[in-house]
T-cell receptor, first 114, second 114 residues
Framework: DAGVTQSPTHLIKTRGQHVTLRCSPI?????VSWYQQVLGQGPQFIFQ???????GRGNFPDRFSARQFPNYSSELNVNALLLGDSALYLC?????????????FGPGTRLTVT | AQKVTQAQTEISVVEKEDVTLDCVYE???????LFWYKQPPSGELVFLIR??????QNEISGRYSWNFQKSTSSFNFTITASQVVDSAVYFC???????????FGKGTKLSVKP
């Protein structure tokens, strides 16, 4: 079975632009979470979705938004990009959203904002 | 407050040496889960182990072993007879509240030299 997939792999954007990142979870997994990993730091939680509903949100500005589709894939949108948004964006899927289930991560999308 | 501390930023060892990666956590929850993930240069986080707060039994998986001690809020990871392929950044993580959001430490970069 395929693991978590993310697209695109790399992306270069200019300050002020908008970006959409995509994630497909492991087959059968209904929960998707997004994390931002700045260089040299651990990943930071952005959003969690389960059954198309937002279940959790981290400490990120409203420029960040996400949604989950009926097939459980997900999009992360970032508006008005800042230089500080440059990071590796990781998507993780799990069979359920609660803390007992391990999350499996995709390869990430590396976003560079110039 | 929920927090994970990995005090060792970088560790360098020679192949076949044993190495221990330290992890100290803080949480007010009585039920929580701890995780270790490996991040090779490719960027994808690889799940290694999950441990719940009620199970203090140490675990061994091949060359990997984990020591969980609630009395010191530590969940340390030991690699026995390290190999070059073990070179990666290792993250310790804690789940927050009733949901599955992961709080990561800053990671420990392990370099194993031949």
């Amino acid at each position: 079975d395929a693991g978590v997939t993310q697209s695109p792999t790399h992306l270069i954007k200019t300050r002020g632009q908008h970006v959409t990142l995509r994630c497909s979870p492991i087959s059968g997994h209904k929960s998707v979470s997004w994390y931002q990993q700045v260089l040299g730091q651990g990943p930071q939680f952005i959003f969690q979705y389960y059954e198309k509903e937002e279940r959790g949100r981290g400490n990120f500005p409203d420029r960040f938004s996400a949604r989950q589709f009926p097939n459980y894939s997900s999009e992360l949108n970032v508006n008005a990009l800042l230089l500080g948004d440059s990071a590796l964006y990781l998507c993780a899927s799990s069979s359920a959203p609660d803390r007992s289930h391990e999350q499996y991560f995709g390869p990430g999308t590396r976003l560079t904002v110039t | 407050a929920q927090k994970v501390t990995q005090a060792q930023t970088e560790i360098s060892v020679v192949e076949k040496e044993d190495v221990t990666l330290d992890c100290v956590y803080e949480t007010r929850d009585t039920t929580y889960y701890l995780f270790w993930y490996k991040q090779p240069p490719s960027g994808e986080l690889v799940f290694l182990i999950r441990r719940n707060s009620f199970d203090e039994q140490n675990e061994i998986s091949g060359r990997y072993s984990w020591n969980f001690q609630k009395s010191t809020s530590s969940f340390n990871f030991t690699i026995t007879a390290s190999q070059v392929v073990d070179s990666a950044v290792y993250f310790c993580a804690l789940t927050m509240g009733s949901q599955g959001n992961l709080i990561f430490g800053k990671g420990t970069k392990l370099s194993v030299k031949p």
